[in-house]
């Protein structure tokens, strides 16, 4: 009664094997959805760096949510004629989709040498530390004036901290893909050192 007949052992084995066939399967998909993300990290960037500042100033003006598309064009322009910058925060999103559209064309038009050294890093340096530059000088004003009611609104608070979280995150990325780009580099060219030399 104690004993486990074959079949039970080879259902067991067949389960377990097929179980551990989908762990791997899951682990290599992770993995590969993984190394997408890394490598696709300043697109992403760019992207989000367009979006999210838009979709914070969008949710906190009330005016903005209900527009039709065909209305938005005339709201911006308004926006934009009657700009103060003490009070305004339209220049935020502004700012962060030029940032972005900067940033994505140098990426886009730079290959592996250029990724790696030259004009890509740079260019992401100065957009980003110049709006940084910007972002703070405005958010030290607009912070800076007594708010009545004694309180800031969340919204604004988190306008400012996206911009700022964004402008240091594709430093971060320029950086980290400029370091990939010339590991890649030194690889080739120990490869072709190597086959030169054969």
Known sequence: MGLISKEEISKTRR???SLWRGIKTIFVLFTMFLSFIIFSAPIFLAVADAVLPSAILSSSSPSLNRLSPSSFPATIYSY?????????????????IIRSAIILC????????KLSRGPYLTITMICSISSLIYVSFKAAIVFGEPVIGGYFRTEEMALFLCSWILAIGHIVVAYRTSCRERRKLLVFKIDIESVSSL
């Open 15 to 17: 389960y377990s094997s």
């Open 106 to 113: 140098v990426y886009g038009l730079c290959d592996g040498p």
């Open 80 to 96: 934009l004629s009657n700009y103060d910058f003490r009070y305004s925060l339209i220049d935020i999103p502004l700012i962060s």
